[in-house]
């Protein structure tokens, strides 16, 4: 019986089973196993992979009558109009700075509401708060977008308070202006994230030994220095592994709110990549698959970077990583 | 400035408690009395939209229509003209009606997916490792909207009920996430029922599934939020087909009529109010239902994080 070398170069990590264990004996020992597999096999290959195929759609000036092997091949001219469009390079620019936004306040906030819930010692009124703040991550994306337009619209709550403070009242959904949108968009994602973002955080600091505190309590530090000094550092692994996550993903998400909020008016600050792929595609006007179907992947690729990029940098600062 | 400690047997209990204050300086009083109220700034604020929506679907139309900012409690005469509207109108049912469908049948096929790709993607074999590859790269990178739409396009899906129950039901993080949690099931239970002469089938559904269901059942949850609160996937794939509109696109769509009947002369301003209704009767059943599974969520969402 011959033994056969298994698959790639991390022996260490692969287990004795491949080595010792040929194809034909596998497949008699495993055929159960691999028959079982089939359903969700071919779910991927449908849905994923063969959609990969259309990348191709980029390089080609794509007519739907023509199909994909029959529309011209056009290399990389569609990326050449993407990139001197105008509506293309702002909607990189919303991306960015949106992205931006996120990844600062839109991070920063659970992690502070998940200190401020962790100073409540009585255990019913620190589970009702949760309760009350997890409510808007489960409202739909229709509903909070219509919540918003009701707040901060003419006659909304919002505006009112803002009106107070001497800004004009006006339709805040309608305006412009850098920064409106982007702090609206911003947020709104903190209204429905901050609770529910939460969890994980008020897990980790639940896990920081009470013996640390007590040392510092007798040493007389207060609670300023003792979340700055115990608490913070202990949950900096937790910290820094979801930083990852939504480093990789923040472009190319936040997709739902943005398509219901904005309009042709203030496209200028509220179109995002991914709402210009889908007006190129499904919008008003002649669609341009070619052009949506490039910007679709100039997403892929840079969202597929980025998730690479954070994932080798959290790996030199804690040794751990999601991948 | 020294805090003064003072341990009492009920304090040692608790130990996040342990060698905490016992009698608290003024300033420490201060800064927890700001914590609270910031707290419940922060509920108040989580809260109020739902209430407000909640007093203006009792509301009387009219004077609805030119209310200026909060509302406390309903205005005009109270009445449950916007409620009626939502229980006459048949397109609003069958939303509802389609919504349970996708949700029930999204999630059902998406599990029968997660479940067996992670139990086979945990058990040792030679395909386990290039498998795994296969379904981690899905979930970095993608073929894109409009690729995906010609797939479903090319099946004939398009304008059925498919469309909305097969494509989106899973992704590879979820197939993953139930592969970490089989592989977190002992090994010990495992080869205890296989010796008691149980099959693959049997081991599934009576050792691996029972232990690993504590991150199944995030992401079921998920999946059932996900589905319960999409639209967008409708919104393309069955455009036409109003009769197999889930609920949310519904209510996009009544949002957006509603949106220009004011300039129409003659308004009638019930169907302003069945807005209201209908995002309270759209909601309300989740929101009610968190209280119940949110011990659940959170145990799973932390024990999917320990794991690793």
Same mark, same amino acid.
């Given at each position: 019986?011959?033994?056969?070398?298994?698959?790639?170069?991390? /022996?260490?990590?692969?287990?004795?089973?491949?080595?010792?264990?040929?194809?034909?004996?596998?497949?008699?020992?495993?055929?159960?196993?691999?028959?079982?597999?089939?359903?969700?096999?071919?779910?991927?290959?449908?849905?994923?992979?063969?959609?990969?195929?259309?990348?191709?759609?980029?390089?080609?000036?794509?007519?739907?009558?023509?199909?994909?092997?029959?529309?011209?091949?056009?290399?990389?001219?569609?990326?050449?109009?993407?990139?001197?469009?105008?509506?293309?390079?702002?909607?990189?620019?919303?991306?960015?700075?949106?992205?931006?936004?996120?990844?600062?306040?839109?991070?920063?906030?659970?992690?502070?509401?998940?200190?401020?819930?962790?100073?409540?010692?009585?255990?019913?009124?620190?589970?009702?708060?949760?309760?009350?703040?997890?409510?808007?991550?489960?409202? /739909?994306?229709?509903?909070?977008?219509?919540?918003?337009?009701?707040?901060?619209?003419?006659?909304?709550?919002?505006?009112?308070?803002?009106?107070?403070?001497?800004?004009?009242?006006?339709?805040?959904?309608?305006?412009?202006?850098?920064?409106?949108?982007?702090?609206?968009?911003?947020?709104?994602?903190?209204?429905?994230?901050?609770?529910?973002?939460?969890?994980?955080?008020?897990?980790?600091?639940?896990?920081?030994?009470?013996?640390?505190?007590?040392?510092?309590?007798?040493?007389?530090?207060?609670?300023?220095?003792?979340?700055?000094?115990?608490?913070?550092?202990?949950?900096?692994?937790?910290?820094?592994?979801?930083?990852?996550?939504?480093?990789?993903?923040?472009?190319?998400?936040?997709?739902?709110?943005?398509?219901?909020?904005?309009?042709?008016?203030?496209?200028?600050?509220?179109?995002?990549?991914?709402?210009?792929?889908?007006?190129?595609?499904?919008?008003?006007?002649?669609?341009?698959?070619?052009?949506?179907?490039?910007?679709?992947?100039?997403?892929?690729?840079?969202?597929? /970077?980025?998730?690479?990029?954070?994932?080798?940098?959290?790996?030199?600062?804690?040794?751990?990583?999601?991948? | 400035?020294?805090?003064?400690?003072?341990?009492?047997?009920?304090?040692?209990?608790?130990?996040?408690?342990?060698?905490?204050?016992?009698?608290?300086?003024?300033?420490?009083?201060?800064?927890?009395?700001?914590?609270?109220?910031?707290?419940?700034?922060?509920?108040?604020?989580?809260?109020?939209?739902?209430?407000?929506?909640?007093?203006?679907?009792?509301?009387?139309?009219?004077?609805?229509?030119?209310?200026?900012?909060?509302?406390?409690?309903?205005?005009?005469?109270?009445?449950?003209?916007?409620?009626?509207?939502?229980?006459?109108?048949?397109?609003?049912?069958?939303? #509802?009606?389609?919504?349970?469908?996708?949700?029930?049948?999204?999630?059902?096929?998406?599990?029968?997916?997660?479940?067996?790709?992670? #139990?086979?993607?945990?058990?040792?074999?030679?395909?386990?490792?290039?498998?795994?590859?296969?379904?981690?790269?899905?979930?970095?990178?993608?073929?894109?909207?409009?690729?995906?739409?010609?797939?479903?396009?090319?099946?004939?899906?398009?304008?059925?009920?498919?469309?909305?129950?097969?494509?989106?039901?899973?992704?590879?993080?979820?197939?993953?996430?139930?592969?970490?949690?089989?592989?977190?099931?002992?090994?010990?239970?495992?080869?205890?029922?296989?010796?008691?002469?149980?099959?693959?089938?049997?081991?599934?559904?009576?050792?691996?599934?029972?232990?690993?269901?504590?991150?199944?059942?995030?992401?079921?949850?998920?999946?059932?939020?996900?589905?319960?609160?999409?639209?967008?996937?409708?919104?393309? #794939?069955?455009?036409?087909?109003?009769?197999?509109?889930?609920?949310?696109?519904?209510?996009?769509?009544?949002?957006?009529?509603?949106?220009?009947?004011?300039?129409?002369?003659?308004?009638?301003?019930?169907?302003?109010?069945?807005?209201?209704?209908?995002?309270?009767?759209?909601?309300?059943?989740?929101?009610?239902?968190?209280?119940?599974?949110?011990?659940?969520?959170?145990?799973?969402?932390?024990?999917?994080?320990?794991?690793?």
């Amino acid at each position: 019986m011959k033994a056969k070398t298994g698959k790639g170069t991390s /022996a260490e990590k692969v287990k004795p089973y491949i080595h010792k264990v040929t194809w034909r004996q596998d497949f008699t020992r495993n055929k159960a196993l691999y028959f079982v597999m089939l359903p969700c096999l071919i779910y991927f290959i449908i849905f994923n992979y063969i959609p990969m195929f259309g990348i191709l759609m980029a390089f080609e000036d794509f007519s739907v009558t023509k199909g994909f092997f029959g529309s011209k091949w056009v290399g990389f001219d569609n990326f050449r109009t993407l990139f001197t469009g105008e509506a293309f390079l702002t909607a990189l620019r919303n991306t960015v700075c949106m992205a931006l936004l996120n990844l600062t306040i839109g991070f920063v906030m659970p992690i502070v509401f998940a200190f401020l819930i962790s100073e409540i010692r009585t255990k019913k009124f620190k589970r009702s708060l949760q309760t009350v703040s997890y409510m808007p991550y489960f409202i /739909a994306a229709v509903v909070v977008v219509q919540l918003v337009k009701e707040f901060i619209g003419t006659d909304g709550a919002i505006t009112a308070v803002l009106t107070l403070f001497g800004l004009p009242k006006q339709n805040w959904l309608a305006n412009p202006n850098i920064p409106v949108f982007w702090l609206i968009n911003c947020l709104t994602d903190v209204w429905q994230g901050m609770g529910y973002g939460s969890i994980m955080y008020v897990a980790a600091m639940s896990q920081v030994s009470g013996d640390y505190h007590e040392a510092a309590v007798l040493d007389g530090a207060n609670r300023w220095q003792r979340v700055t000094k115990i608490t913070l550092p202990c949950i900096m692994p937790t910290i820094i592994m979801l930083f990852t996550l939504r480093i990789g993903l923040v472009f190319v998400t936040g997709f739902d709110k943005v398509l219901l909020m904005y309009m042709p008016t203030t496209y200028v600050t509220s179109d995002v990549l991914s709402t210009y792929t889908y007006r190129m595609a499904f919008g008003v006007g002649t669609p341009n698959y070619g052009l949506s179907a490039a910007s679709g992947l100039f997403q892929s690729v840079v969202g597929m /970077a980025l998730l690479l990029i954070s994932n080798k940098l959290s790996k030199k600062v804690t040794d751990k990583t999601v991948f | 400035m020294k805090a003064k400690m003072n341990t009492t047997k009920r304090e040692t209990g608790n130990l996040r408690n342990a060698g905490m204050v016992e009698n608290p300086s003024l300033i420490e009083r201060i800064v927890h009395a700001i914590i609270i109220a910031v707290l419940l700034l922060i509920a108040f604020c989580s809260f109020i939209p739902l209430w407000h929506v909640l007093m203006a679907s009792f509301s009387d139309g009219k004077v609805l229509l030119a209310h200026e900012g909060l509302l406390w409690s309903p205005v005009g005469k109270a009445s449950l003209a916007g409620y009626r509207n939502v229980f006459k109108d048949a397109s609003i049912l069958s939303g #509802y009606a389609n919504t349970l469908i996708y949700v029930v049948g999204a999630t059902s096929i998406g599990m029968v997916v997660n479940i067996t790709g992670g #139990y086979v993607l945990s058990r040792e074999s030679k395909l386990r490792i290039p498998l795994t590859l296969m379904i981690m790269l899905t979930v970095l990178f993608g073929g894109g909207l409009i690729p995906t739409y010609m797939v479903i396009r090319k099946l004939g899906m398009t304008g059925t009920r498919l469309s909305l129950l097969i494509p989106g039901c899973t992704n590879g993080m979820f197939v993953i996430m139930m592969m970490y949690a089989f592989r977190g099931v002992p090994e010990s239970t495992v080869e205890s029922a296989r010796i008691d002469g149980a099959g693959h089938l049997r081991t599934l559904f009576h050792i691996m599934l029972p232990q690993a269901m504590s991150l199944g059942t995030v992401i079921i949850l998920n999946t059932v939020i996900m589905q319960w609160n999409s639209w967008f996937n409708a919104s393309i #794939y069955v455009t036409n087909n109003k009769n197999l509109w889930p609920l949310q696109l519904w209510i996009k769509q009544i949002l957006a009529e509603n949106e220009s009947f004011l300039i129409n002369a003659n308004p009638d301003y019930s169907r302003y109010l069945v807005q209201y209704a209908l995002i309270i009767v759209a909601t309300l059943p989740i929101l009610i239902a968190l209280p119940f599974f949110q011990e659940k969520l959170e145990k799973g969402i932390i024990g999917g994080a320990v794991k690793e």
